[in-house]
């Protein structure tokens, strides 16, 4: 299938987005934050920085993937790289631009580049997002990978540091498509879920993500605006109810390998990696 290599690089035009304190509430609540500086709304939960670049994601996506593509893919890694914190009041501007096409045996990963800045202009915050084209293979690739964020199987071969279990509620994925504006089927549609292939509706992967963070942070003992990088390879849905465990690694001062596996052992997040400040 051909992919428009010509849209590589290819910048959206900017979209505004205003930081509303009702927003970041109830952010915070669709992700079972406890820290009140979320809780209030005084502060932004890290992966609330997706919402900014929530359309122009989409629309750089859109403009280099074919139509039928679409139905096929599905979100396989994150990278936020977190610069300033976001508080209300804040007036953004983001944009995105697909960066990278890499066809591969089983489909075709696509990595798409966000950039959000203040009034000022000052750079906020920048995130990479590959998706995968499940069994779709592009006829030809280009472009750069997205930033490595493996650790050595050496560092996440032993004991780790921390283990911090949180559950998934029930109506945990229809609160975050509410407070995310995330309302792909497969998270609130049982019966579209169950006919894409799974055994029901799964919760979000930014959703997932944010359980993550919030388990980072807890077992650094770090402040809510502390991080600095997230990054994560999802590797498998997770349903509403589950329990979610984040295994966390140090790895040197101020960085942080970890995983996440649901109630059964097995993986739901890879290749986990965070940097926080002092």
Same mark, same amino acid.
């Given at each position: 299938?051909?992919?428009?290599?010509?849209?590589?690089?290819?910048?959206?035009?900017?979209?505004?987005?205003? &930081?509303?304190? #009702?927003?970041?509430?109830?952010? @915070? *609540?669709?992700?079972?934050?406890?820290?009140? /500086?979320?809780? +209030? %709304?005084?502060?932004?939960?890290?992966?609330?920085?997706?919402?900014?670049?929530?359309?122009?994601?989409?629309?750089?996506?859109?403009?280099?993937?074919?139509?039928?593509?679409?139905?096929?893919?599905?979100?396989?890694?994150?990278?936020?790289?977190?610069?300033?914190?976001?508080?209300?009041?804040?007036?953004?501007?983001?944009?995105?631009?697909?960066?990278?096409?890499?066809?591969?045996?089983?489909?075709?990963?696509?990595?798409?580049?966000?950039?959000?800045?203040?009034?000022?202009?000052?750079?906020?915050?920048?995130?990479?997002?590959?998706?995968?084209?499940?069994? &779709?293979?592009? #006829?030809?690739?280009?472009?750069? @990978? *997205?930033?490595?964020?493996?650790?050595?199987? /050496?560092?996440? +071969? %032993?004991?780790?540091?921390?283990?911090?279990?949180?559950?998934?509620?029930?109506?945990?994925?229809?609160?975050?498509?509410?407070?995310?504006?995330?309302?792909?089927?497969?998270?609130?549609?049982?019966?579209?879920?169950?006919?894409?292939?799974?055994?029901?509706?799964?919760?979000?992967?930014?959703?997932?993500?944010?359980?993550?963070?919030?388990?980072?942070?807890?077992?650094?003992?770090?402040?809510?605006?502390?991080?600095?990088?997230?990054?994560?390879?999802?590797?498998?849905?997770?349903?509403?109810?589950?329990?979610?465990?984040?295994?966390?690694?140090?790895?040197?001062?101020?960085?942080?390998?970890?995983?996440?596996?649901?109630?059964?052992?097995?993986?739901?997040?890879?290749?986990?990696?965070?940097?926080?400040?002092?």
């Amino acid at each position: 299938m051909r992919f428009a290599l010509d849209a590589l690089g290819r910048w959206t035009q900017e979209r505004s987005f205003v &930081v509303e304190r #009702e927003r970041v509430r109830a952010y @915070a *609540a669709a992700t079972n934050e406890t820290r009140p /500086e979320h809780v +209030g %709304g005084d502060l932004a939960p890290p992966v609330f920085a997706i919402l900014p670049v929530w359309d122009v994601l989409h629309e750089a996506s859109e403009s280099i993937a074919p139509e039928e593509a679409r139905r096929f893919i599905v979100h396989g890694e994150q990278d936020m790289f977190l610069h300033v914190p976001l508080v209300p009041g804040m007036e953004l501007t983001a944009r995105a631009a697909p960066v990278g096409v890499h066809p591969k045996p089983s489909g075709t990963t696509l990595v798409v580049k966000t950039e959000t800045r203040d009034a000022g202009g000052t750079l906020v915050d920048e995130q990479y997002v590959t998706e995968f084209f499940r069994g &779709v293979v592009a #006829e030809e690739g280009g472009g750069e @990978a *997205a930033p490595d964020h493996r650790v050595p199987e /050496e560092v996440t +071969g %032993g004991e780790p540091a921390a283990a911090i279990t949180y559950a998934f509620d029930d109506d945990q994925t229809y609160r975050y498509a509410d407070a995310s504006g995330d309302r792909f089927p497969i998270h609130l549609d049982e019966e579209f879920a169950r006919a894409a292939g799974l055994p029901g509706i799964i919760v979000h992967g930014l959703c997932t993500m944010a359980f993550t963070s919030r388990a980072v942070l807890e077992a650094a003992g770090c402040g809510a605006g502390a991080l600095r990088r997230l990054a994560v390879r999802f590797s498998r849905p997770v349903p509403p109810g589950e329990s979610l465990t984040t295994r966390i690694w140090n790895v040197a001062p101020g960085t942080y390998a970890f995983e996440a596996v649901d109630g059964a052992g097995q993986v739901v997040i890879k290749d986990g990696l965070a940097e926080v400040s002092s």
